[in-house]
Structures are given as C-alpha cells and as structure tokens.
C-alpha cells in the first residue's frame, strides 16, 4: 500500500444473492488501512452504479452491458425452481424444462437468467422483483426459475427448489469500470482471483525490513583487511621445494 491510499475507502457493490465475506476477509487482512464500504445494489442498477461511480467495483450477474466496462467471470450457479411444498415437483430429485410445459411461470422484470425460449405458460403479471415472485409462488399462483442462490436469499417454510439441469444458468462476474482500473482494484482483483500476498502479479511489495536483510545475506563476508575472504576449500597450498 501506499502512503496515498491511507485513509482511502474501497467501495464494493454486489447484487442479491452474491455473498462477498471471503474475500472482504481477505482484503481486511491485507489491507488493514484501507476499509470495505459494501453497496447492495439490485442486479438491474448496478452497471449504472458502477458507471456513475457509485462503487470501485462491484459482483454483477452476467450478461451485462460492458460498455466501459471491465469483467472477470468467476462462477455459475445451478438454475432451480421454486415450488410450493406440496407441487408435484417437489417430489423429485431434479425437474427437467419439458416437466413445466402446463405451469404458468414468472419471469421478474429483474430476471438474471438470458432465456432463448421462456419456459412454461406466460404468467398473469410480470413481477417488478424475484422477491414479489416469490411471494406469488407462495400464493399458488404460478412457479419461478432462478439462481438457486436467490432461492436460498428468499427461502421460506412452506416453499422448496428443485435443480432444473437443462435451463440456462447465471454467472457471476466481478466488474469495474475500465477507466477507473485503480490500483486498489487491481488489489481486489488479485483477491478475487487468488493470488497471494507475494504473488509475482500482485504488487504488494516485500517490506522495507525484508530487503536489506536478503541484501547483506547475499553479500559475500570480508575480512579484517577489507578484501573479500576465500573459503578454505578455494585456498591455494603454499609451494614446497623438493
């Protein structure tokens, strides 16, 4: 770190259902004077948060619009349906596509997964939010692909998810904007992708403590002359006359 970046905040933006602890954990062990203001952000308003310069980064859901944007993709996630507790469904290990062909299904205006073909029935209304669905699927009303984190963020008692393997599933990426690749998210960058603190890509430093040492280590001992001193095993025997 530094000097410029004490007293400097990171703000990091993520959306439902991504959990950032692990590596807010990470960067509070590494960079102690430099702490992590979170910014949760619904998965429809984050490009704009991160474009108006609302946070320095932010875990997003692809697709997204990346224009002027930089984006590391880090995982997918199981696509599940949400069903009522007593819905044929949730008497199976997992649900195939063709299994909701006579289901009215939801699909949220903040919708994170990219459908070529939406499953189900078109249902009576489009939920503003996952969470309205949800609260609509309590109701009888219909079911709801999603994220299986986003089920879990929105369990209740009497609804259940089942693994639907063949639907399109959601990946979560870390992005930031490309003109503004500062160095303390390079750091996080370095985090996210598991580098660790003496990473040659990383650009944490050894400490000032460290490199005189590994100097006069190296250096090879003199003697009380001031020349260098021989290894015994390099000295030459003195010449004897026959």
């Known amino acids: 770190m530094t000097d410029g970046e004490t007293g400097r905040v990171f703000r990091l933006a993520y959306v439902p259902g991504v ?13 102690p004077s430099v702490p992590v203001t979170l910014v949760a952000v619904p998965a429809a308003e984050v490009v704009k948060l991160l474009r ?16 002027g944007l930089s984006a590391i993709p880090l995982y997918v996630e199981t696509t599940v349906v949400v069903v009522p ?19 009215e299904v939801f699909h949220p205006l903040d919708d994170t997964i990219e459908w070529t073909v939406r499953p189900g029935l078109p249902a009576f209304t489009h939920p503003a939010t996952t969470a309205d669905a949800v609260e ?15 089920a879990r963020l929105h369990h209740r ?16 990426a870390l992005a930031w904007p490309t003109d503004a ?4 998210v390079e750091d996080f960058i370095g985090i996210v992708r598991g580098r660790t603190v003496n990473s040659s890509r ?18 090879p001992a003199q003697n009380g002359s001031g020349r260098r001193a021989v290894p015994a095993s390099r000295k030459r025997k003195g010449y004897r006359p026959r």
């Open 157 to 172: 008692r009497d609804l259940t998810y089942r693994p639907v393997p063949d639907a399109p599933q959601s990946q979560v």
């Open 52 to 67: 108006d310069g609302g946070a320095d980064a932010g875990f997003v859901r692809l697709p997204v619009d990346r224009d």
């Open 19 to 31: 959990t950032p602890a692990k590596w807010v954990n990470v960067w509070t062990e590494r960079m």
């Open 85 to 103: 507790k007593d819905h044929a469904a949730a008497a199976a290990d997992e649900v195939a596509i063709a299994d909701l062909t006579d289901n």
């Open 202 to 219: 990383g650009r944490t430093p050894a400490s000032p403590a460290e490199k005189p040492a590994q100097r006069q280590a190296q250096k």
């Open 136 to 150: 609509l699927v309590a109701a009888g009303s219909g079911l709801l692909l999603v994220p299986q984190s986003l």
């Open 181 to 184: 690749t500062t160095d303390l």
